[in-house]
């Protein structure tokens, strides 16, 4: 009993908590509304019931769990236990390590959401047992996680890894950020989408009319039952956006050399479709292509579990 903790997602709109063991199974699962905007105290006692249900239902108490650990947005201090600065929930300088710790009396880790889905990976996914791991995530934006000898990697103020800001067009496309030609503008499954939006408009012969009925109903599922109809446009589309997913790989691998990149959001779903691009410019454009290690490619295999998974595996110490 004594190897299992819980693992919290704290999200914007839900909040999930699991009891995860040894082999990062979860046992069972709690979800709540997230109930913004209110005091962060309010969401803390949410989270300490939640954990609360999970002990009282497994027929445990707080003293039998290892510990507690929780993925959170925002830039998060962990050695300090301390969300430095969370806009979405418009908290600043939040001790929510500590809060947690009072209200529970057991150990409480917490992490930045991006990064603890990359440790779940890491841990217990697609990247389980290799020494290094860089995981990129594909959704409204490009998030990533990167985990070097067994530890997550934020920079020195815990607001590294922020993959999807970093500049692959000079004065491109602007950013939330405040940069132009971020990454994300360009390879985000969001980019994709607004993408093909675009194009449709110019293309009428084109199957996504038929698939989404207008460019306001497009969304990335489509654009690939498109491309695997061998539509025109949406080969293009693929093309064009994979190149840019692809340009990034190359970056970050050029510069980290993991054992394994391990592609997630919905659109990894693709698995090969992705994949293979990726490994073909990694191939041609890796400054280590004539070394005979290499970087493998793979697929998140946790999805929407692999924050909760990361954030019990972090209360492991
Ligand atoms: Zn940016």
């Known amino acids: 009993m004594k190897n299992l903790t819980i693992g919290i997602d704290l999200g914007g709109t839900t909040i999930t908590a699991g009891l995860v063991d040894g082999e990062g199974h979860i046992l069972a699962q709690k979800t709540c509304p997230t109930a913004l905007p209110r005091p962060a105290s309010e969401v803390e006692a949410t989270m300490a019931r939640m954990c609360g249900e999970l002990v009282s239902q497994a027929g445990m108490e707080f003293k039998d769990l290892k510990g507690v650990g929780i993925g959170t947005p925002g830039s998060v201090d962990g050695e300090c236990g301390i969300v430095r600065f969370n806009p979405n929930f418009g908290y600043e300088h939040w001790p929510l390590a500590k809060a947690m ?3 529970l009396g057991c150990p409480v ?3 930045n959401d991006a990064n603890a889905a990359a440790y779940g990976e ?7 047992g290799r020494s290094s791991a860089v995981v990129v995530t594909l959704g409204t934006g490009v998030g990533g996680g990167i985990i070097l000898d067994g530890r997550i990697w934020a920079g020195f103020n815990g607001a590294g890894a922020e993959v999807g800001h970093t500049v692959i067009v000079k004065d491109g496309l602007p950013c939330t950020c405040g940069r132009h030609g971020c990454w994300e503008r360009y390879a985000s499954a969001a980019a994709l989408v607004r993408f093909g939006a675009e194009a449709m408009k110019s293309h009428p012969e084109s199957a996504l009319w038929r698939l989404a009925g207008s460019p306001e109903a497009l969304n990335a599922k489509k654009i690939f039952d ?3 109809e061998g539509d025109a446009l949406a080969r293009q589309l ?5 190149g840019y997913v692809s340009c990034g790989v190359v970056n970050l691998v050029n510069i980290f050399q993991p054992e394994v990149v391990c592609i997630g959001g919905g659109v990894s779903r693709q698995g090969e479709v992705l994949l293979e691009p990726i490994r073909r410019a990694l191939k041609e454009e890796n400054y280590a292509r ?5 970087t493998e490619v793979r697929s998140c295999v946790l999805y929407n579990e692999a924050g909760l998974i990361g954030a019990a595996y972090l209360a492991r110490g």
């Open 226 to 228: 498109a491309y695997h």
């Open 238 to 242: 693929f093309e064009d956006w994979i």
């Open 290 to 294: 004539n070394l005979t290690r290499h």
């Open 122 to 128: 890491y841990c217990a996914g697609a990247a389980k």
């Open 109 to 111: 880790r917490i992490e």
């Open 101 to 103: 710790e009072e209200l």
